[in-house]
């Protein structure tokens, strides 16, 4: 019974991890009209209203204690966000993905910290294959992308790498936050304090350049956040999928399937996103996408990873 239900979270995380990729194909045509604290809180807005909406019992029915984790978990991933999105003004789009890629090692790290959990030798074998793997196909080495990596480190790396300790975290504590709270209430929770937090920073952010100005104290990428939204049928329709599908549906089913997962082989299978990103460009956008043999290579490393962490090693603890 314990092996249906494991693999059972695997599937579902597998599902969440393809829904992330077919997002970056959408998200970057609406970042090319809005910008990326636009985006993300009317994302994230969408996905509250309809959760509340459609779970609104459980809403109503949720504790102090389930209140707490909801915070805490959307606390998490709402800095985490922002956090990352604070850094891609400073750093390029390539080295803040690269940076990313290291949740997944981190995972055991917090793992242990937190909560004394000794990743099993599979485990571990997993982690190394779809790390390597995943940077692969972020930056192949034959490709022109990685010479941007020997780049010096500057405080978009910085906060980058903070970002992904905040959803290394995340992921460990959701996995002990499902053990003891209702999965759909804990996910209308989390995503409704990630974007009262993305209102308030978005608000904020409007309110200093309205009064204030912003030419004189702020970047040109937080300035630009001012810029007013642009609106058609073309970006309505991206928003939806990506608020209902890419975010409301993507977290139930990562939040089920992580109550039957533990936190590293949850991280491990995250790994996919990168490679179902890349199939989805390829399908949509053409071959030319396709990042050659490396990136075949490194999806291969990450598919491996996936499924060394499935396998019971004798003799691993």
């Not at 090692?105 to 909560?115: D, F, K, R, S, T």
């Not at 290579?297 to 990873?305: N, S, W």
Request: net charge positive.
């Amino acid at each position: 019974m314990f092996s249906r239900s494991r693999y059972a979270g695997d599937a579902a995380l597998v599902l969440t991890t393809l829904i992330w990729g077919s997002t970056f194909i959408l998200a970057k045509d609406v970042l090319s009209e809005w910008t990326p604290l636009d985006y993300i809180t009317v994302r994230f807005t969408i996905a509250a209203v309809a959760l509340c909406l459609i779970f609104r019992k459980e809403l109503v029915a949720a504790t102090r204690a389930d209140w707490q984790a909801g915070f805490v978990l959307g606390m998490l991933v709402g800095c985490g966000f922002v956090v990352q999105a604070m850094g891609q003004v400073y750093t390029t789009a390539t080295k803040s993905a690269f940076i990313t890629g290291l949740t997944t090692p981190l995972v055991p790290l917090c793992a242990y910290l937190l909560l004394r959990a000794r990743p099993t030798f599979g485990n571990m074998l997993g982690i190394v294959c779809a790390t390597l793997g995943g940077f692969i196909l972020l930056a192949p080495p034959s490709s022109n992308q990685s010479e941007g990596m020997l780049s010096a480190v500057n405080i978009g790396d910085l906060l980058t790498l903070s970002c992904t300790i905040l959803f290394a975290t995340h992921i460990v504590l959701l996995g002990v936050y499902t053990e003891r709270t209702n999965v759909k209430r804990l996910t209308v929770l989390q995503i409704t304090c990630a974007t009262i937090l993305f209102v308030i920073v978005w608000a904020t952010i409007k309110a200093c350049v309205v009064f204030f100005g912003a030419d004189a104290w702020m970047p040109d990428a937080l300035a630009r956040e001012a810029a007013p939204l642009v609106w058609n049928v073309g970006t309505l329709w991206r928003l939806l999928y990506l608020g209902l599908v890419g975010t409301l549906a993507a977290f139930l089913l990562w939040t089920w399937g992580q109550a039957r997962v533990e936190a590293v082989r949850a991280a491990i299978i995250f790994n996919l996103e990168p490679v179902f990103a890349t199939l989805f460009a390829v399908a949509v956008r053409g071959r030319d996408e396709w990042l050659g043999g490396w990136a075949s290579f490194g999806a291969a490393l990450v598919l491996l990873g996936v499924l060394v962490s499935e396998v019971r090693w004798k003799n691993s603890g």
